[in-house]
């Protein structure tokens, strides 16, 4: 994480989710608060196009108009051209989100002044390939994934640190995570939750079968080979998104990237735990804040 003082910001992209008809409409409102302010905007619903990738390089930040998934596409994107990461939460979950809808006339003059502090989050690095053929190559922010690409059937997946074999694995599916993805489908799947600054990879698998079956927290710098083995096929995805069908022998490789994502938060640095506690046990956050409300003398009776 960087402090200091931050530059204003003079170049902006909103992102908009193409599925989110809010989207439209608060982009527009967006743009208009933005351009009062002296910031050059435009505005885009894709950024996979060369086009797009063109204008990035000159972009100070993009904004986000959607969920984690619109978040983690952006990060992708920008992550070569250093452009700073905001989300305005227009999903589900919203964990990586800097805000809220209504919240953003106070955000985003904050953002626009250079009343910021960038945190960065460690990406993956993704090679695969079929002996000496590439298949599949990019980045990734929450995970790699190796899973079965028919559904019923179970995974042969053979795993190496940097070069040592660590592990066979029979499962669904094996998860390569960044901390950021600890809170994603590796948590989902029994996986730690991690803190976002931390740069391990995480190796969580998915209904192992007489296998290896917890989470495994691997230093930083190593390298990770998975070799799919037997005869099912298999399916490769990057952040929820497939890129590519394995079959027997295929290798993928994942390590740290060079690159990182770079989020302007202005939220205080200990967000983190508080959105931990308020997206994923919302429940036990009320009981926790409901308790801690009540008066000792109208709790229960305690002996000294």
């Known amino acids: 994480m960087a402090s200091g003082a931050n530059r204003r910001i003079e170049t902006a992209c909103i992102f908009r989710n193409p599925h989110i008809p809010a989207a439209l409409l608060l982009a527009r409102e967006l743009t208009s608060a933005l351009q009062a302010q002296g910031v050059a905007v435009w505005e885009c619903d894709r950024l996979d196009d060369p086009a797009s990738a ?9 904004l986000t108009l959607g969920g984690d998934g619109s978040l983690l596409h952006a990060a992708r994107a920008a992550a070569r051209h250093g452009a700073l990461l905001v989300g305005i939460n227009l999903g589900r979950v919203g964990f990586l989100t800097e805000a809220e809808p209504e919240d953003w006339p106070a955000v985003l003059p904050r953002l626009v002044c250079g009343d910021y502090w960038v945190e960065e989050r460690m990406m993956l690095q993704m090679e695969a390939r079929r002996g000496a053929e590439p298949l599949a190559n990019g980045l990734a922010l929450n995970d790699v994934v190796v ?21 066979g694995y029979v499962a669904d599916a094996l998860i390569v995570a960044t901390p950021t993805g600890s809170t994603a489908y590796a948590l989902a799947a029994g996986g730690p939750i ?3 600054q931390q740069r391990n990879i995480l190796l969580v698998p998915v209904a192992p079968h007489l296998s290896l079956d917890r989470a495994v927290v691997l230093a930083e710098g190593v390298r990770v080979q998975v070799v799919v083995q ?9 952040d929820g998104q497939v890129v590519a069908e394995l079959t027997a022998g295929d290798q993928v490789d994942v390590q740290a990237s060079a690159e990182v994502a770079r989020f302007a938060r202005v939220r205080p640095r200990d967000y983190f735990y508080r959105t931990l506690l308020a997206r994923l046990v919302p429940k036990e ?20």
């Open 54 to 62: 063109a204008r990035l390089a000159g972009t100070d930040l993009l």
């Open 147 to 167: 899973g079965h690409g028919t559904p019923g059937s179970v995974l042969r997946l053979q795993v190496h640190v940097d070069g040592d074999l660590l592990a």
């Open 194 to 196: 991690m803190p976002p």
């Open 230 to 238: 037997g005869h099912s096929p298999a399916a490769l995805a990057l």
């Open 285 to 304: 956050r009320e009981a926790i804040l409901s308790t801690a409300s009540v008066p000792a003398s109208q709790g229960e009776n305690r002996s000294e």
